[in-house]
């Protein structure tokens, strides 16, 4: 399925829901919610609570840093991630936003991020067709 927004000059003249093989429209619509590609859509509650975790491990990262006599590192490490954050409570996106994704997502260390594959049933059937190389 995909949405087909059609525009009268500047105006959206009409959205539909069509199937991409058939161009069949399955269903009209009023509104229709889409999402930018490069920033992070989610509440300003979410985003602050992301903010608080990154901060968080941001102060684990430094102490160990420091425990270490490692300075310049945790001099570095502050600063980038203080810019990034600023980035995120001013715009909604930073360079390098993936990094912060469990905090994002609300995921704990180590888990693995989510994938387009976590979307599919179990058994689903996958054909890559690499013949342009």
Known sequence: RAIRVEMFGDEIDRITEIDVLTGEILAERNHVSIYPASHFATSREKMERAIESIESELEERLAVLKSQEKLLEAQRLE???????????????????????????????????????????????????????
């Open 79 to 133: 600063q980038r991630t203080r810019y990034d954050i600023e980035m995120i409570r001013e715009v909604g996106y930073c360079s390098g936003i993936e990094n912060y994704s469990r905090h994002m997502d609300g995921r704990k260390p180590g888990t693995p991020p989510y994938t387009l594959l976590d979307y599919f049933p179990d058994d689903f059937l996958m054909i890559i067709d690499e013949s342009h190389v």
